[in-house]
């Protein structure tokens, strides 16, 4: 396999693992806030965001591992 072939398969693992983490740390975020009001969506937002920046670092760390 060619070099730029396998950069883009690389790159597109990276680019669905980027969607599952966040789509994945938004569920876990909603079940967990269960938002109901105003202030619930603002804090399902937040903490939804934080999911998914620490899902970010563990990918990143763990594919540190793996270099």
């Known amino acids: 396999m060619s070099e730029f072939n396998s950069g883009c398969l690389v790159g ?3 680019w669905g693992l980027t969607i599952a983490i966040s789509i994945g740390a938004g569920i876990l975020a909603w079940n967990w806030i269960e938002p109901k009001s105003f ?3 603002i804090l399902f937002l937040i903490v ?3 999911l ?3 899902g ?3 990918a990143s760390a763990i594919s540190l591992l793996f270099e």
């Open 12 to 14: 597109f693992f990276i």
């Open 39 to 41: 202030g619930g969506v």
């Open 48 to 50: 939804w965001g934080v």
């Open 52 to 54: 998914t920046k620490i």
């Open 56 to 58: 970010h670092f563990l």
